[in-house]
């Protein structure tokens, strides 16, 4: 069975950092794209960074740039996202994604492009 799993989501205060991971079962990572969308309440799900399948090619939402970073270990078939200096804007479930990478520099953006989900992780920016 194909899953994904997050992690390492939390209560945190404003300028505070959290790593998320997202660990694979079931299919290997290192021939997939991989995206973290969020969704905040009552808002549309938003694409927050991506990753090619050689890790050579990342995407950073305007929103999230030079704050976060996303990075792959596919010897231990995980994707992470490093958030820093967190915003109460940037409260939201967290989710990653896998789509299949029939190229090596492939990420999507829309996050209807991919079709492997995991159940999301909670991330609270407070005081």
């Known amino acids: 069975q194909l899953q994904l799993v997050e992690s390492g989501g939390g209560l945190v205060q404003p300028g505070g950092s959290l790593r998320l991971s997202c660990a694979a079962s079931g299919f290997t990572l290192d021939r997939y794209a991989i995206g973290w969308f969020r969704q905040a309440p009552g808002k549309e799900r938003e694409v927050v960074s991506c990753?090619?399948?050689?890790?050579?090619?990342?995407y950073y939402a305007e929103y999230v740039k030079g704050r976060f970073t996303i990075s792959r270990d596919d010897a231990k078939n995980t994707v992470y996202l490093q958030m820093n200096s967190l915003k109460p804007e940037d409260t939201a479930v967290y989710y990653c994604?896998?789509?299949?990478?029939?190229?090596?520099?492939?990420?999507?953006?829309?996050?209807?492009?991919?079709?492997?989900w995991g159940q999301g992780t909670q991330v609270t920016v407070s005081s």
């Open positions: 994604a896998a789509v299949k990478a029939y190229f090596t520099d492939f990420y999507a953006l829309r996050w209807d492009e991919y079709n492997y």
């Open positions: 990753v090619s399948s050689n890790g050579g090619s990342t």
